[in-house]
């Protein structure tokens, strides 16, 4: 008779997939009958259910990973245990619960947490920029401003988030145009009334675009913002049409 701690233990491999038929309906047949267990198993589905989707690198817990390891440790053991008589293996009708079917279970769901793991890393690893971009749209602090087009660019928008206390913000703009080669959208910071000079970006081709912009103080300390076109390495004063304003 398997106990309720045998379960407990399966239950996070059971979460993942990664156990074998039998093993399963073991499971399934003790679940139908321990509360403890079916609260168990809601709170390993949440946290499986998290991994793919999540924006921030989130870690299987250490206490799942130690239990896969434990678990592929102890499979090559038995495994290792059961082929020394090879004969005795093919002969044998019944097979005990925890042979090789487990094993390769076990081994993939410890590869697939790996590969999440590695995934993650190359994600933070990929772009410094998105991942300042993600950091200040997370922040709980995060303030969103409006910024509307101009009458020569009605169709265009921008939002901006800023954090108190940082020094640069994230930009969204749409529906602006492609401009040639040499010309670029510069993304001014206004204070008393004076604009600032910040980064010079493009567009996609679908007329939208999420950048970092940098400011020469606190992003607190700027009442306006606004974006004209200018040359493509960028000006110190604006020179070129305005597209985008907004203020406080
Ligand atoms: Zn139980």
């Not at 168990?40 to 690198?57: G, I, K, M, W």
């Not at 002969?91 to 790996?114: D, E, K, S």
């Not at 670029?184 to 996609?204: I, L």
């Not at 974006?227 to 604006?238: D, H, L, Y």
Request: net charge negative; hydrophobic share 45%.
């Amino acid at each position: 008779m398997v106990s309720h701690e045998y379960f407990q233990e399966l239950i996070s491999m059971y979460a993942l997939g990664a156990v074998g038929d039998a093993e399963r309906k073991q499971v399934q047949a003790h679940l139908s009958e321990c509360a403890a267990c079916r609260k168990s198993l809601r709170q390993e589905q949440a946290a499986v259910n998290t991994l793919p989707f999540s924006v921030a690198p989130v870690e299987p817990s250490q206490e799942t990973k130690l239990k896969l390891f434990a678990r592929v440790d102890a499979d090559l053991a038995q495994n290792h245990a059961a082929h020394v008589p090879q004969r005795a293996m093919k002969q044998t009708a019944r097979r005990a619960w925890f042979a090789q079917p487990v094993f390769a279970f076990a081994v993939l769901a410890l590869v697939a947490l790996l590969a999440i793991g590695g995934w993650m890393v190359l994600q933070n690893l990929e772009s410094p920029e998105q991942q300042a971009i993600a950091s200040i749209m997370n922040d709980p602090l995060v303030q969103k401003i409006s910024l509307a087009g101009t009458p020569d660019a009605p169709d265009a928008w921008g939002e901006m988030y800023m954090v108190p206390g940082q020094s640069r913000a994230v930009l969204k703009v749409g529906g602006l145009a492609s401009l040639p080669s040499d010309k670029g959208y510069e993304f001014w910071f206004f204070r008393g009334g004076e604009p600032q000079p910040s980064d010079v970006f493009t567009v996609n081709a679908d007329g939208t675009n999420t950048v970092l912009v940098n400011a020469r103080d606190k992003v607190e300390n700027f009442k306006g913002w606004g974006v004209t076109i200018e040359p493509r390495q960028g000006v110190e004063k604006p020179t070129g049409t305005i597209v985008i304003v907004g203020g406080l």
